[in-house]
């Protein structure tokens, strides 16, 4: 595994095998022609699972990892339709919602050289907004999902972990 603290969760959890691999973006390590070759979009995660479908599997995209992992496993992916549909509504929620907000309020908040009022307050407001969702969800559920623990509590976790600790200060 190459990147990805939801991945790293996911495996944990699945209690699978795996061997990190740590990519240094500081220093455009994402962008040797080695790691290009294993995703040509230059970003963390990536698995390679000697394991594969047809034996060495690369794969790219932390949502289309953890759906892959949890039906490789079997584990955190809801077995009746209509509740896996669901997960993975609230993994998508967070693919394309939580992810990039949450990341670009980080990015201007914390890491951008000038400042950007207007970045950060807009950033903030959608992470503040997207958390009021997901609270409105876990006030009706146990889980993201619904009653049970799946890959789209462990998609939430860093962001929403890292989104509060970042609020606060």
């Known amino acids: ?14 209690e699978m095998t795996w061997q990190l691999v740590e990519v240094d973006i500081l220093a455009g390590d994402q962008l040797t022609p080695d790691f290009l ?4 979009n230059n970003k963390t995660p990536v698995i390679v699972d000697q394991n594969g479908p047809h034996g060495r599997f690369v794969l ?3 949502g289309a990892i953890l759906l892959y992992l949890a039906e490789k496993t079997g584990c955190f992916l ?7 549909a669901i997960c993975w ?14 990341g ?9 050289k000038d400042n950007h009022p207007y970045a950060i307050d807009r950033y903030r407001r959608e992470t503040q907004r997207l958390m009021r969702v997901l609270d409105g969800q876990l006030a009706k ?4 999902a619904g009653s049970e623990y799946t890959i789209a ?4 976790l860093p962001y929403v972990e890292g989104s509060a600790r970042a609020q606060a200060g």
């Open 1 to 14: 595994v190459i990147g990805g603290v939801q991945v790293a969760i996911a495996l944990l959890e699945m």
């Open 37 to 40: 070759a294993l995703n040509p």
């Open 60 to 62: 790219w995209e932390t």
């Open 78 to 84: 809801p077995a009746d339709p209509a509740d896996r």
């Open 89 to 102: 509504q609230w993994l998508m929620f967070q693919m394309s919602g939580v992810g990039p907000m949450f």
């Open 104 to 112: 670009q309020f980080a990015h201007f908040a914390f890491y951008a």
């Open 141 to 144: 559920a146990e889980w993201v």
């Open 153 to 156: 509590d462990m998609a939430m």
